[in-house]
């Protein structure tokens, strides 16, 4: 890998020794290296011990969400980037059991991670009130990676 900033850190979780990260920030600011939005991506490796990868047959290991909040009464000015509230873009990495890591993180870097970089360049110039997010999940079933999008936007705000 050449010298590449690395997607800055968040959160990070303790993990159970059955669990382990599908990816590290390394690896996603390599795939996401370029994008528009690189300098605001950050990322959150989280553990909900009530979500167990271990006893589910399909669970979301990786979201990417885009949020602008609505602008209030109480919006602090250092919140505001040109008038509105600040976008922000963030990746959540969900644990995946031992036994499929390697699995998982093959799929990931052969196509899924691509498809991921591929929506975030589609959503760049995003600037609506809202949210929006990729997800993608693994199929114990299937042995397949799922991505599917949610979406919460309101009208764009530029003028």
Known sequence: MEDTAVIPT?????????????????????????????????????????VRPEILDRYTLLEIR????AKSVHTRPESLEEGLPKVTWAITVRPVTRARRHLIRTLLKDGVLQTARNWLEKNAGR????????MIAFDEESQLLLTSEESHLGPSRRK
Request: net charge neutral; hydrophobic share 40%; charged share 25%.
């Open 127 to 134: 600037d609506e009130e809202g949210g929006l997010a990729l």
């Open 66 to 69: 885009y949020f602008r909040p």
């Open 10 to 50: 968040e959160y990070k979780s303790k993990l159970p020794q059955t669990l382990s990260w599908p990816v590290g920030a390394e690896m996603l600011s390599e795939f996401f290296a370029g994008v528009p939005q690189f300098g605001k991506l950050t990322v959150r490796f989280w553990f909900y011990s009530k």
